[in-house]
């Protein structure tokens, strides 16, 4: 059984760039998470989907951040013009339901960006 | 916004000595998590506890919630080598995998 996928697992951006990271679900599961982990810092929690929803982004940066779901295919997070500051390891997270107490969360191995 | 203090922050200890990891938070929680991840890994999942007052074990390892569901406890007995590692706490208070995650306790076990 194949767990999370997460790729690429290092990205490097200049300052200004995009960054693209994507998250292949444990396969039948439908809710995904994205979490961040800042050197020194705890994982925070930025955003939760479901199939083509967002369900709660109170975790995700107003301005140059988006996620999305879709029907088909990975879950993306998009940053645009990317700042030294958003350089930090970047977590996916499935679950076959909305229950985290009888549905755990399975994380990915994440997506190391660099902003240079 | 909602805090989950893990303590101690970095613990190195020698092989066969006990250790305990505490986690506490002035907010209620509907279930805590306990994880553990390796360096370039995402956390693994080592227990859910519900109920307050639960008290779940795992080989050595003991997890204890508290009574007003507030505040954990990870405690293991006779550490070995291969116990090294990052633990995590995480306090969810809906329904969801909306998780707060404490800071983490960096442990090493000195052969």
């Known amino acids: 059984n194949a767990g999370v996928m997460q790729n690429p697992r290092h990205l490097v951006r200049r300052r200004g760039q995009e960054a693209r990271l994507r998250c292949s679900p444990v396969k039948g599961h439908s809710h995904v998470y994205w979490y961040r982990q800042l050197p020194e810092e705890g994982l925070k929690f930025m955003v939760y989907?479901?199939?083509?929803?967002?369900?709660?982004e109170s975790g995700m940066p107003k301005e140059r951040f988006s996620a999305e779901f879709p029907k088909e295919g990975p879950s993306i997070l998009r940053i645009q013009q990317v700042v030294r500051g958003d350089s930090a390891a970047y977590f996916c997270a499935s679950s076959p339901g909305d229950r985290v107490y009888n549905s755990p969360l399975h994380f990915g191995n994440g997506t190391r960006l660099t902003v240079t | 916004t909602q805090l989950l203090e893990q303590s101690p922050q970095f613990l190195s200890i020698q092989e066969g000595e006990n250790l305990t990891v505490y986690c506490n938070s002035s907010s209620v929680f509907s279930s805590l998590q306990w994880y553990r991840q390796e360096p370039g890994e995402g956390p693994v999942l080592l227990v859910t506890v519900v109920t307050g007052g639960e008290v779940k074990k795992l080989k050595r390892l003991t997890f204890q919630f508290g009574d007003a569901r507030k505040d954990s406890s990870l405690h293991i007995t006779a550490a070995q080598p291969g116990d090294t590692g990052l633990y995590l706490c995480a306090g969810a208070q809906g329904q969801g995998g909306k998780l707060i995650f404490g800071q983490g306790t960096e442990l090493s076990v000195k052969p």
């Open positions: 989907l479901q199939k083509e929803n967002i369900i709660d």
